[in-house]
């Protein structure tokens, strides 16, 4: 946007303004009502994409390799890089309210990709915890509702990891190694996922064992 300034000459002040100022989905209220020379201009900015939505506490900052606050964009906030590229998803309101700090897909054909990193290689020896914020506006009966899924092959050629909705509305992850055998699984039974409102999901594995966690 090009802002448009127009003031008014008060108590004999000076009302010209040369302005340079580059607008980025913010609003500005000025709280001066009059400007004279060598006066200084205070604006205050709220932005709906500002930097409170990005912070992550420092206790949760300890070998994290991937943070995708999705602040108007599918950024990997982490350090690592691991951006997201965004196919189809459209940004939407938070479970706050917030503006542009999620995003909505529509069960189709979008998708949010990062390409191939080896710090999100997680084999099933190693240990790690991924969790997620969901809310679904509705879910198959018949077949898995895929969330995040990090995988090659398929059938019992499959190697990787995924995390789901089951068909009966349990969040769940597996672990495959490619052997035709699924080395670790688990599902969050018997909370269940329920449409149109928000859950918080997390999912931990220690190398032998599993967690998942819904809203705790």
């Known amino acids: 946007n090009t802002p448009t300034f127009v003031l008014t000459n008060a108590n004999g002040c000076d009302s010209t303004v040369t302005l340079d100022l580059t607008i980025s989905n913010t609003t500005i209220n000025q709280i001066d009502t009059t400007i004279c020379i060598g006066d200084s201009l205070v604006l205050n900015i709220d932005s709906p994409l500002g930097n409170?939505?990005?912070?992550?506490?420092?206790?949760?900052?300890?070998?994290?390799?991937?943070?995708?606050?999705?602040?108007?964009?599918?950024?990997?906030?982490?350090?690592?890089?691991?951006?997201?590229?965004?196919?189809?998803?459209?940004?939407?309101?938070?479970?706050?309210?917030?503006?542009?700090?999620?995003?909505?897909?529509?069960?189709?054909?979008?998708?949010?990709?990062?390409?191939?990193?080896?710090?999100?290689?997680?084999?099933?020896?190693?240990e790690f915890t991924f969790s997620y914020w969901i809310n679904a506006s509705s879910l198959s009966n018949s077949q898995l509702n895929m969330i995040i899924s990090k995988q090659s092959g398929y059938g019992n050629n499959q190697n990787g990891f995924n995390s789901s909705v089951e068909s009966s509305s349990m969040a769940n992850y597996r672990i495959m190694n490619g052997s035709g055998t699924t080395p670790f699984g688990i599902s969050a039974s018997p909370e269940l996922i329920t449409i149109n409102n928000w859950y918080h999901v997390a999912l931990s594995y220690s190398g032998t064992e599993g967690f998942a966690y819904i809203n705790g």
């Open 52 to 126: 409170s939505c990005i912070n992550m506490p420092t206790n949760l900052q300890n070998g994290l390799v991937g943070y995708w606050s999705f602040c108007g964009n599918a950024n990997d906030e982490s350090g690592n890089s691991n951006h997201g590229t965004v196919n189809g998803a459209t940004l939407t309101s938070d479970r706050f309210g917030n503006l542009n700090r999620a995003y909505d897909f529509d069960g189709i054909n979008d998708y949010i990709s990062v390409s191939d990193n080896p710090t999100l290689k997680f084999e099933s020896q190693n």
